[in-house]
């Protein structure tokens, strides 16, 4: 796990400051390349990593939270005058697992990993079916983590007893939880089968829901786009 993802996991186990500061994590521009001169890109459906913490030891991946969350950045994406298709719709569940298994490792990687890393043949051929040359995915990483939770988890924290364990199963979401979100975004040549840009954007500050939050984030992720 690298230190990307770690700093966005500790955000559940550490007192989260006064003032929240949004920050950048791996980024990657491939030589030559200016992406903001491309013309259209096949915008595939986003793929959102999404966790709800209801004690210190026990978190959930929470299949309506990940809903919730690919909806609105779809309809933020759709909603902006960004150079993208319609959503592309891809199978992560069936024939386009290679494609949900490489976004999810987006939160691991290091701005030194992208230059080489090898895009799916699977996404490739999903690019190439819309008749585009480049695509461009969206991956979302975040959590809500409950009140109860965590005031419990200060009180452990002091003794170093916060452990986490994940499992499938949705929960209630409610105001004044604690919360985290993170965006990744890649753009992918097919014809070199390479990523050729690269963004992301950390928050401990951002609700995973909230369209204003969100949204801002957005800017930021697509600013070579805008």
């Known amino acids: 796990m690298n230190k990307n993802k770690r700093l966005l996991l500790a955000m559940v186990g550490i007192l989260i400051a006064a003032t929240m500061l949004t920050s950048c994590g791996a980024t990657y521009s491939a030589s030559g390349t200016n992406v903001s001169k491309i013309d259209e890109l096949a915008f595939i459906e986003p793929k959102s990593l999404m966790y709800y913490f209801d004690s210190p030891k026990s978190g959930y991946l929470d299949s309506s ?9 779809t309809d933020i994406i759709t909603s902006s005058r ?16 290679s494609i949900a298994k490489w976004i999810d490792r987006f939160s691991d990687l290091e701005s030194s990993d992208i230059k ?16 585009h040359r480049y695509g461009i995915v969206v991956h979302a990483y975040g959590y809500i983590e ?6 419990q988890e200060k009180l452990e924290e002091l003794v170093g007893n916060i452990i986490r364990t994940v499992f499938d199963e949705p929960k209630r979401y409610t105001a004044g939880d604690q919360t985290g979100n993170a965006l990744y975004t890649a753009v992918i040549d097919t014809q070199t089968d390479r990523v050729i840009y690269f963004n992301s954007v950390l928050s401990n500050a951002d609700h995973p829901l909230s369209r204003k939050n969100v949204g801002n984030q957005m800017k930021s992720l697509l600013r070579k786009f805008n």
């Open 65 to 73: 939270l990940v809903a919730a969350s690919e909806r609105l950045i």
């Open 82 to 97: 960004y150079p993208f298709t319609d959503p592309v719709a891809a199978d992560y569940t069936g024939e386009g697992a």
């Open 146 to 151: 409950s009140n109860e939770a965590y005031n």
């Open 116 to 131: 080489n890393l090898r895009v799916p043949k699977a996404l490739t051929e999903l690019i190439k079916s819309t008749g």
